[in-house]
C-alpha cells in the first residue's frame, strides 16, 4: 500500500500511509485508538474508497482496483473480524461454503467431506456436521479462518482475534497461524496485547493520528520503544508533568473508603485488588484495551461479577448490578457516552436527574420544580451550553452532553466518583473545566478514580496509578514515580531505556 489517504467530513484519517506485508510473515499492526488502523484496513478490504494512493499484490504490474470486499476476496485477500460474523444456528461446513455454492441444489456429502479434509489439515477441532454454535469462541474463530484459507487466501487479516480467549485458545489460534505463516500466507495481526506481538510476530507496523510512524522488525523494536512510539512520547524528553494534585494526595488516610479484593468479572480481566482513600484521585492507566476500563466496570457492577469481594468503609458489601454500587455511594460515568450515557431522546433536565430519581424509585417522581430546580442549578454550576432544560439531548455538543451526564451522577452527591475518559473528544476549555472539577471535588472529600487515554491528563490529576497491561494489574506508580516514562516502562514489562 503506497501513500493511502483517506478522508473524512472534517477528519484526515489517514495521511500518506505506506504499508507492505510479505508472504509468509505475521505482521502487527499496532497504535492506539484513533489511530487509523481500522481505515487502512477497510481501504485494503475494498470497505472504504481510498482518496490517493495505490495497493499492488504479487504478480501483478498493473495497481489493484479494490471497490469492494468481493473484489479482495478475489486478489486473495481475507478478514476475520473481533466479532464472530458467520451464522451459529448452521453446520461448521455450511458456514465455511455459505454463500459459494451455486444452485438450489447441493452435495452435502462432498461438502461435509471438504470441509473435514480442512478442518483436519489446519487441525481444528470441529466436525463439519456440527452446528457451529456448539464450538468455543475460538473454534468459531478458527472456522472462520478455514473458510479464508479454503478461498485461496494469500493475504489473512485477523481484527483483535483474541480478545475473547483464554490463555489455551491463544495458543491454539498461534499454532494456526504459525501453520499459514509455514504455507506463505501473510497475515497482518491488529491486536492491542503487547505479549502476544512479541510472541508471535516478525514485523510492527506503528500508526498513530493517521499517520504512519514505522515499520520495525521485531527484533529491532523494545516493549518501551514500541509504547513510546504508540504514544507519540519521545523517551529522551521526558518531562515530570506535575500539577496541582500533590495537595489532594491523601497519603495519611488511616482507612480505605472502597477497597476490592481479588475482583474478576465476565469481560476476562485477571483478579485485581484495589482501595481508594477519601478524598484521593487515583487512576487506571495502559493502552488500550489493557483491561482499565474493565476494571471500573467490574466494581460498579457493570459487568457481571464472578469472584471477589468489595468492602465500603471496612465492612463488606455486595455489588453485583449497578444499582447495587449506587446505592453505596458509588457514581460512574461510562468510556462510551452515546451508547451507555446520554439518553438522547429524552431532554437535558431528564437525563440529569436520571440517577436520582432510580436512586428515589421510578414510582415516586419528581415534581416539575423540584426537577426544574435541580437542572438549572447543574446547568448553572458546570456550564452547560443549551437552549434549555428541555433541549433534547442528542443536539448537544459532546462536551456539554458530558457534562450534563457529570451532572447526574453529582446529584446524587456520591462518596466515590468513577470517570472513564471524561475528556475524550471534546474542546480543550471543557478538558480543564472537568480536570479542575475532579481536583476540587476531591479537595472537598470526594474519592476519584479518573482513566484517561492522555498521560499528561492522568499526571496533572491523579496521585497515584495502578498500571494495566493484557488485563492484568502490572504496578502501581506514586510520589516520584509518577512520570510519563516510569508509566511506559511499567506497561511495556519493566523495560529500561538503555
Known amino acids: 500500500m503506497k501513500n493511502i489517504h483517506k478522508n473524512f467530513p472534517g477528519v484526515r484519517a489517514l495521511q500518506g500511509v505506506n ?259 477519601k478524598g484521593e484521585v487515583n487512576g487506571f492507566t495502559g493502552l488500550l484495551g489493557s483491561g482499565r476500563s474493565e476494571c471500573v466496570r467490574a466494581i460498579f457492577g457493570a459487568d457481571r461479577v464472578l469472584g471477589g469481594t468489595v468492602k465500603k468503609n471496612g465492612k463488606a458489601v455486595k455489588i453485583s448490578k449497578p444499582i447495587d454500587a449506587m446505592r453505596n455511594g458509588i457514581a460512574y460515568l461510562p468510556e462510551d457516552r452515546k451508547v451507555d450515557g446520554i439518553v438522547g431522546e429524552l431532554s437535558v433536565r431528564e437525563n440529569i436527574i436520571l440517577a436520582l430519581q432510580v436512586l428515589k424509585g421510578f414510582f415516586k417522581p419528581f415534581s416539575k420544580a423540584e426537577a426544574n430546580k435541580f437542572a438549572d442549578e447543574y446547568i448553572k454550576l458546570l456550564g452547560i451550553k443549551t437552549a434549555s432544560a428541555d433541549t433534547p439531548i442528542k443536539s448537544l455538543s459532546g462536551g456539554n452532553q458530558q457534562k450534563a451526564i457529570l451532572a447526574r451522577w453529582l446529584i446524587t452527591n456520591p462518596e466515590y466518583l468513577i470517570l472513564d475518559e471524561p475528556t475524550r473528544g471534546i474542546d480543550v476549555g471543557t478538558k480543564i473545566d472537568i480536570q479542575k472539577l475532579v481536583l476540587k471535588l476531591a479537595s472537598e472529600g470526594m474519592s476519584v478514580t479518573f482513566i484517561s487515554s492522555e498521560t499528561d491528563e492522568m499526571l496533572r490529576t491523579c496521585s497515584r496509578l495502578v498500571v494495566m497491561r493484557d488485563r492484568k494489574v502490572v504496578g502501581e506508580l506514586s510520589g516520584k514515580e509518577l512520570t510519563q516514562s516510569m508509566i511506559m516502562s511499567t506497561i511495556a514489562g519493566g523495560e529500561r531505556k538503555e
Open 19 to 277: 504499508f507492505t506485508l510479505c508472504e509468509g510473515e505475521i505482521h502487527a499492526l499496532m497504535g492506539e485508538n484513533g489511530a487509523g488502523k481500522s481505515t487502512l484496513i477497510k481501504v485494503l478490504t475494498g470497505v472504504y474508497g481510498k482518496d490517493e494512493g495505490q495497493i499492488f499484490i504479487k504478480g501483478n504490474d498493473k495497481a489493484a482496483v479494490i471497490h469492494s470486499p468481493q473484489d479482495a476476496q478475489r486478489y486473495g485477500i481475507s478478514t476475520v473480524y473481533q466479532e464472530i460474523t458467520l451464522c451459529p444456528n448452521l453446520s461448521v461446513a455450511e458456514n465455511m461454503y455459505i454463500g459459494r455454492t451455486a444452485g438450489i441444489y447441493q452435495n452435502w456429502k462432498k461438502m461435509n467431506e471438504d470441509a473435514d479434509k480442512i478442518l483436519q489439515s489446519l487441525d481444528i477441532p470441529a466436525k463439519a456436521t456440527q452446528q457451529l454454535a456448539s464450538c468455543s469462541i475460538a473454534v468459531q474463530q478458527m472456522v472462520a479462518i478455514a473458510r479464508a484459507v479454503d478461498m485461496e487466501c494469500k493475504v489473512l487479516i485477523l481484527d483483535e482475534p483474541t480478545s475473547s480467549l483464554d490463555e489455551q485458545e491463544v495458543e491454539k489460534l498461534f499454532g494456526l497461524m504459525r501453520d499459514l505463516k509455514a504455507r506463505g500466507v501473510g497475515i497482518i495481526f491488529v491486536t492491542h496485547f503487547l505479549d502476544q506481538v512479541y510472541e508471535v510476530c516478525d514485523r510492527i507496523t506503528v500508526l498513530r493520528d493517521g499517520k504512519l510512524v514505522g515499520s520495525y522488525d521485531i527484533k529491532d523494536l523494545p516493549r518501551v520503544q514500541l509504547v513510546s512510539k504508540m504514544l507519540g512520547k519521545d523517551l529522551d524528553d521526558m518531562s515530570d508533568i506535575k500539577g496541582e494534585h500533590s495537595a489532594y494526595n491523601k497519603k495519611d488516610a488511616s482507612e480505605h473508603v472502597f477497597e476490592a479484593e481479588q475482583l474478576v468479572s465476565d469481560a476476562g480481566i485477571k483478579p485485581f485488588d484495589f482501595y481508594i482513600n
